[in-house]
């Protein structure tokens, strides 16, 4: 089955499919990081089992539109870390 690319970014994403986001918070210390991977999806499995009737409002002519794509995201990692607790425990020396 060939691969059919809407855009740009989803072009990016078969090839280079690790995403990390991290976000701080300064006023609390709190940090969050989630490293992903992201798959692009567009075989007729994928797109048959996520199609909603909205979707043809937005263009789409059905479920198996080769149009479309799925991005499936694979959480590889998750972590929390209060950034001001976790240097207010280390031992000054």
Known sequence: MGSHFRGKKTKHLAHDSHAVISKY?????????????????????????TWKPFLAAQG?????????????????KAEYVNVKDFYAGLRKK
């Open 60 to 76: 789409f002519k059905g479920a198996e539109d080769p149009g479309r794509t799925v991005l499936q995201v694979n959480t590889k």
């Open 25 to 49: 918070k300064d006023s609390t210390g709190d940090c969050f990081t989630i490293e992903a991977e992201i798959v692009v999806q567009n075989e007729k499995q994928f797109l048959l089992a």
